[in-house]
């Protein structure tokens, strides 16, 4: 294989895409704490209104995609960093439940020109025989993007307030406690700070609750960052790919072919069946943060914890791929969704800090399994000439799972795993395994009723 091949536009694409996947897990993965513990809203409200975000995310694609058709992709790349820019200073310097929702609606609307444009080039530029192995890279740099986001996230929320409470800094220890909530001790903090292992008093329990709010403020501020490093290389590295004799399709005309799809039944139900799995999946940054620091320990590295997904699947990838090779299609996703179960099950019956590493572990394993073939298998159901259209289209099980996922895991955090008094955390992981289950059990009706396909695109059939 010789990387040399790759046009530097390729390259630079992907760069630009790790600081933007660093921009968004840093931030993503302590969003409902940051909404809950820092702007004040309930813990329903955030898991509720995150879930909307990233729904927007996935649906957000189609129309700023054919934006970016017409504008050109470096046009479309400096909308998506100035608005993500803006997005997450707003949402670190203004942490207001008057303010962070137009912060989220920046950042949605800013992400959603990156997903297509930066996976168009990906497209464009990567050699003809290495299409494979540049979508593999692509892949590849998304989850080093995640997990090293995440790392970054940790030392933020975590050592940056215990490194600042220590120093001379004498005017920023005063604002943080004056601006940063909780501001009193009250009966939920001393129930809490006895909860700790080993038990702190309420001043410190309250003084480290405090200092965790300013870093979580900060990760917001690293984001701006992050996307300001982007739009840098976007001005001064990205080369409009050659798109010369590509038809221009509008945002009408891409509307109007995603309607159709609609009618496409069979592939519509495999979407919906496969919200499923993606629910299960996002309870790691709904539900997962919020679960470790209350009913685990504040002290938890949380972060660490929810990086084992992407950190396994760098490095094993390819081995969990290589041994189901052989496996058909459905028999496969089928396997990879049920491991996923298991890792929701492992959540309720291991309440421990090893406890979720398991279980976060085993559902990686699923992820691995089950995520190579699901685009495979779609490419089995597309019309010929209609592959890219139906690939696109699967962004949809992300937005079902969100938008349905983000209250259910605000409503079971909230009835079983409240800050403060008894907890049954057990109950909600296995309400998700549950819906995990349901899917499992229409994914074998659907093969009974449709069977498995050729295995082969139907653009490259004859």
Known sequence: MDLKK????????????????????????????????????????????TGVFIAALYLLPVPAGAISDKIGFKNGLFIAFSVLAAGYAILGLLPSQATVILALVLIAIGGSFVKPVISGTVKKTSPEDLSKIGFSIFYMVVNIGGFTGKIVAKTLRQDLGRWISASNYASLKDWVYVNVPPFEITQ????????????????????????????????CLFSVVMALVALALVAFTYKEPDRTGEPLRSVGETFTDMFRLFLDLKFVSF???????????????????????????????????????????????????????????????????????????LLGVLPTLWGACLAIAVFAIGEMTFAPRFLDYVSTLAPKGKVGLYLGFTYLRSSIANLLGGPLSGYLLGRYCPQSGPREPYKMWFSFAAIGVLALIALFIYNRLVGEQSGEPEAEKA
Not at 26 to 31: A, E, K, R, S
Not at 196 to 215: C, H, I, R, V
Not at 316 to 328: E, T
């Open 6 to 49: 790759f046009p530097r536009t390729f390259w630079m694409a992907n760069t630009i895409e790790l600081f933007e996947r660093l921009a968004y897990y840093g931030m993503n993965v302590i969003l409902v704490l940051y909404l809950t513990r820092r702007v004040g809203f309930s813990v329903e409200f955030s898991a509720g209104i």
């Open 271 to 345: 979407i919906i069946i496969f919200a499923g799995f993606d629910l299960m999946f996002w309870q790691l940054y709904l539900t997962v943060p919020t679960y470790i620091l209350t009913h685990i320990s504040e002290s938890a590295p949380m972060e660490y914890i929810v990086a084992i997904n992407p950190g396994m699947i760098i490095v094993l990838q390819m081995v969990i791929a290589s041994l189901v090779v052989r496996m058909k299609p459905i028999g496969n996703m089928a396997l990879g969704m049920a491991i996923s179960v298991v890792g929701m099950i």
């Open 188 to 219: 939920s903090i001393i129930d809490r700070a006895a909860e700790q292992n080993p038990p702190l008093s309420p001043e410190a329990f309250l003084d480290m609750l405090k200092w965790q709010g300013f870093g979580m403020q900060v990760i």
